[in-house]
Antibody, heavy 125, light 110 residues
C-alpha cells in the first residue's frame, strides 16, 4: 500500500515562497495523478491542484497565478511551490494520490484514495 | 467556478439513528458520460481526510454499507443508515466535473 509523506518548512515569511515535497513510498509514482489539498485553521478543505506523473498539471483557479507543481519520478517525489504567500496561505497541507477507481463512459474517474498525514505551514514574520 | 453548498453545517446525531447531509452545486454535475461527478470525504478528528464515496454513489474500499450516496443534477445526499460513534468528523462533498471544489463541510457530532 502506497504511503505519502509531506515535508517542508513549518514557517514561511510573508511575500516569500512556500515549498513542500511529498514522497511516495510502498508504491510507484508512475501511472498516477498526485494532488495537494489544504485546510486553513478553522476552515474547510481547499483543493490546490494536481499533477500527472508525466508533468501535466491542473491548478485551482484561485491559486493558479502563484502555484507551480512539479514531479521527480526518479526520487518518487512531487512538489508544490506557492509564491508571494500571505497569512491566508497558513494551513495544513496534504498530499494525496488520485487513483482511477472507475470507468465513466470513455473516461477514467479519479479520486483521492491515499493521503499523507499533512504538514502545518504558518505564514508569519 | 462551481460552488458547493452543504447543509446543515452542524449535525448532532444519536447513535443508532440515521443521518443525512445535503450538498448542492451551482451547476449540474452531470458529465457527458452520463455519470455525476461528485465525491464524499470525511475528516475524522486528528486524521487526514479519507474517501467515502466516489462517482456519486460508489463506496470506497473498506467503507461500511451504512454509508450511501445519491442525488442528481445539482442536489446530492450522503446518508448514514445507523450512525456509530466512530462516524464523528467533518464530511465534505467535492465536485470533480470542472477542476475540483469542496463544500464547506458538515460537522457530525454525537
Amino acid at each position: 500500500q502506497a504511503q505519502l509523506q509531506e515535508s517542508g518548512p513549518g514557517l514561511v515569511k510573508p511575500s516569500e515562497t512556500l515549498s513542500l515535497t511529498c514522497t511516495v513510498s510502498g508504491g510507484s509514482i508512475s501511472g498516477y495523478y498526485w494532488s495537494w489539498v489544504r485546510r486553513p485553521p478553522g476552515k474547510g478543505l481547499e483543493w490546490v491542484g494536481y499533477i500527472h506523473y508525466t508533468g501535466a498539471t491542473n491548478y485551482s483557479p484561485s491559486l493558479m497565478s502563484r502555484l507551480t507543481l512539479s514531479v521527480d519520478t526518479s526520487k518518487s517525489q512531487f512538489s508544490l511551490k506557492l509564491t508571494s504567500v500571505t497569512a491566508a496561505d497558513t494551513a495544513v497541507y496534504y498530499c494525496a494520490r488520485l487513483n482511477a477507481l472507475a470507468i465513466a463512459g470513455m473516461n477514467y474517474y479519479h479520486s483521492m484514495d491515499v493521503w499523507g498525514q499533512g504538514t502545518t505551514v504558518t505564514i508569519s514574520s | 467556478d462551481v460552488v458547493m453548498t452543504q447543509s446543515p453545517l452542524s449535525l448532532p446525531v444519536t447513535p443508532g439513528e440515521p443521518a443525512s447531509i445535503s450538498c448542492r452545486s451551482s451547476q449540474s454535475l452531470l458529465h457527458s458520460s452520463g455519470y455525476y461527478y461528485l465525491d464524499w470525504y470525511v475528516q475524522k478528528p486528528g486524521q487526514s481526510p479519507q474517501l467515502l464515496i466516489y462517482l456519486h454513489s460508489n463506496r470506497a474500499s473498506g467503507v461500511p454499507d451504512r454509508f450511501s450516496g445519491s442525488g442528481s443534477g445539482t442536489d446530492f445526499t450522503l446518508k448514514i443508515s445507523r450512525v456509530e460513534a466512530e462516524d464523528v468528523g467533518v464530511y465534505y462533498c467535492m465536485q470533480t466535473l470542472k477542476t475540483r471544489t469542496f463544500g464547506q463541510g458538515t460537522k457530525l457530532e454525537i
